[in-house]
């Protein structure tokens, strides 16, 4: 298998060497902590450039991107969570203990995509979603509740993660009192996928995916045995959806992709927010001044700063994308975050702008039959989380000097800690 890998790796990059960019790495260094100059270069040098290390031709440009997404025959999601690193043999051997590893909603094509995505659009409909407001917000000022006034605290790990994992969990009837696994989980799982790891941190991680997934089976037979009118996981579990049930293992597979994603997505947005509109204090103090801003800045965010960068797809026919012939087989990286920052759609599309009007709407939540079941929910709890952050603390600012770092992760662009601070001069008595 792996000399088939060397070769076909090789064969990609023959196609046109002159592409190649061996220097790239989207998990480390400017690529990882600043990528969108590096992204503007290649809209006008090479918009699509093979990565060696990461054996997949990235994708950069807005209209390719678009391309992409909108054709779900010619461009698979099968591949859209194959990870760089690849774990020790001891992780892998604790991996095969667990449930086998089936598509899922992201990493499907139809009809078995079809298939997930109606069992679970009920669950993310804009009307459920309105109706959970009132109690996401709630949520936010309960956690606001417990900051400090004196001391620095990381927006991230008190704040951004904790809402994003109490809401997601919430609308799957995971209990209150097992949100320190949800923390755990998204701990792992997410430092699963990332380079670096030791092989007894591995092991570690392996073992926590394998416990997400036996407590999520447990979950889903009790629900099966209790069914609950108005619950979603009991919806799920028994009702038909394009024509067929989903077995336990699909529903334990959705449930972890979607709690993972689902929280990490969340948080990212809410810290890159924090992070952009603290950077300059005017567009803080905006807000404060002006709640109704508040929307916008999580469109502009979203689009300045994708939560989610970037996504994967293979082609199944030899393609041609801007210019050059791809085979059936090719791995594409779409780099969402550069196509969002794509000159020839976005005015100064580096600028944090809480007024851009009639531009293209942002590639954030990915386009066509795989545009993110979750966005309503992600774009909600993020507003309301900024809404009580400035209800609540509008004195907050930077740590000054602190130095900020990104999680090393392929799909996801976030903060792995985010110090804020009070300035007092708005404390509540």
């Not at 209790?226 to 024509?243: F, K, N, Q, T, Y």
């Not at 770092?405 to 903060?415: K, M, R, S, T």
Request: charged letters at 20%.
């Amino acid at each position: 298998m792996f000399i088939m890998e060397t070769i076909e790796l090789a064969l990609l990059t023959d196609l046109r060497p002159t592409f190649a960019r061996t220097d790239f790495n989207p998990l480390a260094g400017t690529h990882l902590e600043d990528p969108y100059p590096f992204y503007a270069r290649a809209h006008e040098e090479h918009p699509v450039f093979f990565s060696p290390m990461l054996g997949a031709w990235v994708v950069t440009r807005y209209d390719d991107c678009l391309s992409v997404l909108k054709d779900p025959r010619r461009f698979s999601s099968r591949n859209s969570l194959r990870g760089v690193a690849k774990p020790c043999p001891a992780a892998v051997a604790v991996l095969a203990t667990g449930l086998p590893q089936v598509p899922l909603i992201i990493n499907s094509d139809p009809p078995e995509h079809t298939a997930f995505r109606l069992a679970m659009s009920g669950v993310f409909s804009p009307r459920k979603i309105a109706e959970r407001e009132p109690h996401i917000h709630a949520l936010a000022v309960s956690l606001i509740d417990r900051f400090s006034a004196t001391r620095p605290l990381d927006l991230m790990s008190e704040f951004a993660y904790p809402l994003a994992q109490a809401v997601v969990a919430g609308m799957w009837s995971v209990p209150s009192t097992d949100l320190d696994l949800v923390k755990t989980w998204g701990t792992d799982l997410l430092a699963l996928q990332s380079p670096g790891l030791s092989p007894d941190r591995q092991v570690q991680c392996a073992q926590t995916f394998v416990d997400c997934q036996r407590y999520l089976a447990e979950l889903i037979k009790n629900r099966r045995t209790d069914r609950r009118v108005g619950d979603p996981l009991s919806d799920m579990i028994h009702g038909e959806w394009a024509g067929r049930r989903l077995t336990d293992i699909e529903l334990v597979s959705l449930l972890l992709m979607v709690i993972f994603a689902g929280h990490h997505t969340t948080a990212h947005l809410i810290g890159n927010a924090m992070a952009v509109l603290l950077a300059e204090p005017a567009r803080w103090e905006a807000l404060v001044a002006d709640p109704s801003l508040i929307s916008a800045a999580v469109e502009e965010t979203l689009r300045l700063d994708a939560p989610l960068i970037s996504n994967m797809r293979t082609t199944t026919v030899p393609v041609e994308l801007a210019g050059i012939a791809l085979p059936a087989g090719a791995d594409l990286l779409l780099v969402y975050g550069a196509a969002n920052h794509d000159a020839t759609r976005y005015t100064h599309p580096a600028r944090f702008d809480l007024c851009r009007r009639g531009e293209s709407p942002h590639l954030a939540f990915g386009h066509g039959i795989h545009y993110c079941i979750g966005a309503t929910l992600g774009r909600t709890t993020g507003r309301l989380g900024l809404q009580a952050l400035v209800e609540q603390v509008p004195d907050l600012r930077l740590e000054p000097g602190q130095e900020t770092h990104h999680n090393p992760a392929l799909l996801l662009h976030g903060f792995d800690r985010l110090m804020v601070e009070r300035t007092m001069s708005f404390a509540r008595t």
